[in-house]
């Protein structure tokens, strides 16, 4: 009753009620659009009062896909919660185009995640460059390397993600040479969406697989050198940002976080400060 009596204060109409579901007509996805607008900055000006007072405040949303999650969570989340203790941080694991649609539709206030994206109106910081491993057993034809190359890599052994994580795309853009090829084993089929599964599958001596360099952080050096192989240079690395929507609600609990986030990591994962990205095409899902 309310919908229908916005339509008639508006003069047109919202939704198309004669589709199942109901759907937004093109002037409503434009009234839509803009209500977000109007709403994010009405947000603003309490942001722009406690920014002004020096308070960082609040609940705070955010977004982290898996192959990060397990990793760089331990690193950062105590000190951060015991810095800021009026913010409350609501973290939930989320695939890369789960973050990028929950930005959009405000459900989340920023995503830890692999860039550059191709999502308009997305602001990405980068903060730090995470190198790719192998992890192996010593039983695999790779472990007499001290260094790999993409050309050294084989298919028939390799465990990827399943589909959906951003992380089994970069792994496989690795080996060019894997590209449209057939990844699964003749009698074993299986999808995993934990780094941490296919490490233990490949300790019992099934195959290997890529790992980025933060997953073997909390290994003791003398099992990285029975069980890793680093790349030789260039080496294949990703790099991970903190992302928010163009609005920029929250900036001072962004910057907080992302002040903890580099100042918690290992120097040898410290990169020069990057420059902040704003993408202008059209968002890809």
Same mark, same amino acid.
């Given at each position: 009753?309310? /919908?229908?009596?916005?339509?008639?204060?508006?003069? @047109?109409? *919202?939704?198309?009620?004669?589709?199942?579901?109901?759907?937004?007509?093109?002037?409503?996805?434009?009234?839509?659009?803009?209500? =977000?607008?109007?709403?994010?900055?009405?947000?603003?000006?309490?942001?722009? /009062?406690?920014?002004?007072?020096?308070?960082?405040?609040?609940?705070?949303?955010?977004? /982290?896909?898996?192959? &990060?999650?397990?990793?760089?969570?331990?690193?950062?989340?105590?000190?951060?919660? #015991?810095?800021?203790?009026?913010?409350? &941080?609501?973290?939930?694991?989320?695939?890369?185009?789960?973050?990028?649609?929950?930005?959009?539709?405000?459900?989340?206030?920023?995503?830890?995640?692999?860039?550059?994206?191709?999502?308009?109106?997305? $602001?990405?910081?980068?903060?730090?460059?995470?190198? %790719?491993?192998?992890?192996?057993?010593?039983?695999?034809?790779?472990?007499?390397?001290?260094?790999?190359? !993409?050309? !050294? &890599?084989?298919?028939?052994? *390799?465990?990827?993600?399943?589909?959906?994580?951003?992380?089994?795309?970069?792994?496989?853009?690795?080996?060019? #040479?894997?590209?449209? +090829?057939?990844?699964?084993?003749?009698?074993l089929e299986f999808e995993s969406g934990n780094l941490e599964t296919?490490?233990?599958?490949?300790?019992?001596? %099934?195959?290997?697989?890529? @790992?980025?360099? *933060?997953?073997?952080?909390?290994?003791?050096?003398?099992? $990285?050198?029975?069980?890793?192989?680093?790349?030789?240079?260039?080496?294949?690395?990703?790099?991970?940002?903190?992302?928010?929507?163009?609005?920029?609600?929250?900036?001072?609990?962004?910057?907080?976080? =992302?002040?903890?986030?580099?100042?918690?990591?290992?120097?040898?994962? +410290?990169?020069?400060?990057?420059? @902040?990205? @704003?993408?202008?095409?059209?968002?890809? %899902?």
């Amino acid at each position: 009753m309310q /919908i229908q009596k916005l339509e008639e204060e508006l003069g @047109v109409i *919202l939704f198309d009620r004669s589709k199942k579901p109901v759907e937004l007509t093109l002037i409503g996805q434009k009234v839509v659009e803009q209500s =977000q607008k109007v709403l994010q900055e009405a947000c603003r000006i309490e942001e722009l /009062i406690k920014e002004e007072m020096g308070e960082i405040s609040g609940d705070f949303k955010l977004g /982290i896909i898996p192959t &990060l999650a397990p990793y760089l969570l331990p690193l950062f989340l105590e000190k951060f919660t #015991k810095s800021y203790p009026k913010v409350n &941080l609501i973290v939930e694991e989320l695939q890369t185009q789960q973050i990028i649609r929950m930005l959009w539709r405000d459900k989340i206030d920023a995503g830890i995640l692999v860039t550059p994206l191709n999502s308009k109106g997305i $602001i990405e910081q980068p903060l730090f460059n995470d190198p %790719f491993v192998v992890y192996l057993n010593k039983n695999h034809p790779l472990y007499k390397f001290k260094e790999v190359s !993409d050309k !050294d &890599l084989t298919l028939e052994d *390799l465990w990827l993600l399943n589909e959906g994580h951003c992380f089994r795309e970069q792994a496989i853009s690795i080996c060019k #040479k894997l590209i449209g +090829k057939n990844l699964k084993r003749p009698n074993l089929e299986f999808e995993s969406g934990n780094l941490e599964t296919l490490k233990r599958l490949v300790d019992k001596n %099934f195959g290997y697989t890529m @790992v980025p360099s *933060l997953a073997i952080m909390e290994m003791a050096q003398t099992e $990285i050198k029975k069980k890793v192989r680093f790349f030789k240079p260039p080496v294949p690395t990703r790099e991970v940002s903190i992302v928010y929507s163009r609005s920029y609600l929250k900036k001072s609990i962004i910057e907080a976080l =992302q002040q903890s986030i580099v100042a918690s990591l290992p120097n040898e994962l +410290k990169s020069k400060k990057n420059k @902040v990205r @704003v993408i202008d095409i059209m968002p890809n %899902f």
